[in-house]
Structure formats: structure tokens, C-alpha cells
């Protein structure tokens, strides 16, 4: 379908066939990002990776971050940090076994953690409570900023006045400095000299890649670059996996059967070891499974990334001029009769002897998108989803609170302008301990 926002034509594809098209057929041509004020503001005009427009300061960037922060072996490098928060949050549930708790609250703040101790080398629990609270509210508006028209953009002769009106251009400001005022803190905290570590961070590895080309005499990787990528890492690593796991719990217990086979299945395979460490994922192929079908039905970012097109090309039977935004709408293409049987039926079973995966290869199914702007960060993604699934299925069984059946389960979908979307209202559940 092709509309236009204000001024901004826009393509919406819906089908598996048009995101072929868009993302394959004519990739080259549809690769680049729109130049959103507040996306533009928040990246450091275009210094990151996710929101830059295509050229070669983003291929420079795509190929330096894919090489030094997610390489399987710098996701391994990390294990000990998802290891170590898993075992945290285990231990955080056990001590409230057999009374209702806000797992929606506990998902989010774990994956905030990992992302703050693999990006930082610090302590989440290090900040008081009214910090960690703030810090997630900032990620959650960064992502609305960063997702978001300005009405100048939309109306350019007189949208600014309605911006500065509305608060618009206000909100973007005081988001960028709250982000560049931390971003800076924790990077100067990083060159004291005589810093103790024991771990080389993700600011670590960007200060030596930045090292490294002042050495050589480039201006290809400034201090600006290095807070476009921490920008990154914020918004897609805090959200996305606690979004998934989110839905993945709520639709397990909607659904007894599922979640019963799936305990089984983990509980056989680790058995009496007492823990489950990532060695052992690779022989949990029903929880993958559970997770492939909460990427289909829930993708954390519905629209994907919009993107936009640097020429003419044409697309589902359109003529596409360069400059137009193109939306893909993996949430529809996920439960499109079309392509899948029963789609609203939460079903995991339909990918046993299948060969569709999430990896960019099979249009029906994107939750990371495919093509130059995939998510680099995919094997970081999933097997931290895997990881604390398994934890969670592992050591406790999971009922509703007293009075609640599972069809009094809201799975509506929370409202708002955000690249990410989540549940409408927190998961609140009874672990109870198995033994």
C-alpha cells in the first residue's frame, strides 16, 4: 500500500512477496534510513549503525561492529555476565515462590542488566532505585524519539511551530542530553588511568577500535561513534529480549500443553544437574521451537526498522521513487493465512521437519529483517531468549494467581509511537519451586 504521511510518501508491505522485493530482489536499493530529526539527534547525526543512512561511513560501521562485538566469540566472551544475572534473578524468584510476582518487571530488568554490564562493565544494582527506574524510562522514550515524525518533517512550512507547541523538539532534547550526559560519564569513568578490570567491556573494545584508527591516522571512528553505537545496544538489547521472553511466558500459559511438553523436555535433558548452562541449548529443539512461534506471532519490532529507498524501483507492482519510507509489516506477513495454517493458534509444532527460519532467508517469517540491514545482533538476541527460558522452565513451575484463569489473560498489545512493542499490561504469575 502506498500513502503518504504529510509530505513523506510511504510504502507499507504486507505480503511475503513485497519484502522479498524489498528486502532481497531489490535490497540495494531499499537499504537506506530516513532522515528522522530525532533519530538524527539522538545517533549524533547518523553515527551509529541501525539508524544511519546507507553509504560508506555505515558499511565502515556495519563491518567494524559485526567483527568486534557480535562475533560468536564475543557472545561467548559474555556468557559469564548471562550466567551470572540468570543465576541472580533464579534466586530473586525463589524467594518469592508461591506468591504472585511481576515477571514482566523482572524479565525487563534483567536484560537491562546484562546490557549494562556487558556494555559498562558495571553493576546494575550498583545505582539506587529511582536511577534504575529512570534509566528505564529514558530507553523507552529514546525509542519513541527515535521512531517518531517531528511535525516539520510531516508539514515543513509550518510544522516546526507546532513542534515546539507540543514539546516535541523539547522531549528530543532532554532525552539526547540525559543519554550523552551518561554515555559520558561511564566513557571517562573507562579512561582513568589504573582502571581495574577483569573483563574487557564493549566500551573497552570501542576505545581500543578508536585507539587503534587515531593510531593510523583516520577520522573514520570518533568518541561521537562510540556513543551511537552504546545508543544501539540500548535501545534494541534492553527491550526486544524481554519483550520476547514477555510473550513467550504469557503465551506458555495460555496454553498447558505446550508448556507442560516443554518442562519435560528441558527438566529430561538437564535432569539432576541443578542448573542449565548454554552448552545445553543446542538439545532443547521444542523450546526453540516455542521461541520461533512467539517471534511469528510477536515480533518485537512489528514494522522492523522503516527504511528508504536511494532510487526507483518497483515493488509488489509499484513504481517506488527513491526518497519514499518503506515499512515492512513482519507482524502481518507472521499471521497471514497464506503462509501459515492456523495462524492466531499459538502452535510451536508447526516447525518440526520445517525448514523456515528467523535468519533472512524466508520472506513469510522476519523477525530480525534480512538483507544489508538484518539485526547484526541476532545470535546475541536468541541465545540470550534460550538461555533464561530454559532457566525459568527449569526450576520453577508457573500458575496463575488465585481466581485467575488463563482466558483472563489480556494479550492486547500495548498503543504508542515506539519502534518495539510489547504487552498492554505486566505478567503477573505464582513460581512455585520444582523440586
Not at 530482489?25 to 549503525?49: I, K, M, T
Not at 532505585?129 to 524519539?145: G, I, K, W
Not at 529483517?369 to 545482533?377: F, H
Not at 481466581?403 to 519502534?419: Q, T
Amino acid at each position: 500500500m502506498l500513502l503518504r504521511l504529510g509530505q513523506i510518501p510511504v510504502l507499507v508491505v504486507s505480503s511475503a512477496e513485497a519484502a522479498r522485493d524489498v528486502l532481497k530482489v531489490h535490497d540495494l536499493a531499499c537499504c537506506s534510513r530516513p532522515s528522522l530529526s530525532g533519530a538524527a539527534r539522538l545517533s549524533y547525526n547518523f553515527l551509529d549503525v541501525t539508524l544511519a543512512p546507507y553509504g560508506a561511513q555505515w558499511r565502515y560501521m556495519k563491518k567494524l561492529i559485526v567483527l568486534e562485538l557480535f562475533s560468536l566469540k564475543r557472545v561467548q566472551s559474555f556468557r559469564f555476565v548471562r550466567e551470572a544475572e540468570v543465576e541472580f534473578l533464579m534466586n530473586s524468584i525463589s524467594h518469592s515462590a508461591e506468591t504472585p510476582i511481576d515477571l514482566t518487571d523482572k524479565l525487563f530488568a534483567l536484560t537491562a542488566k546484562i546490557t549494562y554490564r556487558m556494555s559498562f562493565g558495571m553493576d546494575f544494582r550498583g545505582i539506587n532505585s529511582l536511577d534504575r527506574a529512570r534509566f528505564y524510562q529514558v530507553v523507552h522514550e529514546a525509542e519513541a524519539v527515535a521512531g517518531s515524525f517531528s511535525n516539520a518533517e510531516l508539514f515543513p512550512f509550518a510544522g516546526w511551530i507546532l513542534d515546539w507547541i507540543t514539546g516535541h523538539h523539547a522531549r528530543t532534547e532532554r532525552v539526547f542530553h540525559e543519554l550523552d550526559s551518561f554515555f559520558e560519564c561511564v566513557i571517562d569513568d573507562h579512561l582513568k588511568p589504573g582502571r581495574e578490570k577483569d573483563h574487557d567491556d564493549i566500551i573497552d573494545v570501542l576505545l581500543r577500535v578508536k585507539e587503534e584508527q587515531d593510531q593510523l591516522g583516520t577520522a573514520d571512528f570518533a568518541m561521537n561513534n562510540i556513543k551511537g553505537v552504546l545508543l544501539n545496544l540500548f535501545v534494541a538489547g534492553t527491550d526486544t529480549a524481554a519483550i520476547t521472553l514477555n510473550w513467550a511466558m504469557a503465551e506458555l500459559i495460555r496454553n498447558p500443553r505446550v508448556l507442560e511438553k516443554v518442562q519435560d523436555e528441558v527438566r529430561n535433558h538437564i535432569g539432576n544437574k541443578g542448573k542449565v548452562s548454554e552448552s545445553d541449548l543446542d538439545k532443547l529443539s521444542y523450546l526453540k521451537m516455542i521461541i520461533k512461534e512467539t517471534f511469528r506471532m510477536h515480533p518485537a519490532a512489528p514494522l522492523l526498522v522503516p527504511r528508504e529507498t536511494i532510487s526507483h524501483c518497483k515493488i509488489n507492482g509499484y513504481d517506488v521513487d527513491s526518497k519514499t519510507m518503506i515499512q515492512v509489516n513482519v507482524w502481518a506477513i507472521g499471521r497471514d493465512p497464506k503462509y501459515w495454517k492456523e495462524p492466531e493458534q499459538f502452535y510451536p509444532e508447526r516447525f518440526v521437519n520445517c525448514s523456515i527460519d528467523y535468519k533472512g532467508q524466508n520472506f513469510e517469517f522476519l523477525p530480525f529483517g534480512a538483507g544489508r540491514r538484518i539485526c547484526p545482533g541476532i545470535h546475541m538476541g536468541t541465545v540470550t531468549i534460550e538461555y533464561v527460558l530454559a532457566n525459568l522452565l527449569y526450576f520453577f513451575d508457573w500458575k496463575l494467581p488465585k481466581g485467575m484463569r488463563k482466558e483472563d489473560i489480556n494479550m492486547e498489545e500495548k498503543s504508542g509511537v515506539s519502534l518495539t512493542i510489547t504487552k498492554r499490561t505486566p505478567l503477573i504469575l505464582v513460581p512455585m519451586k520444582h523440586h
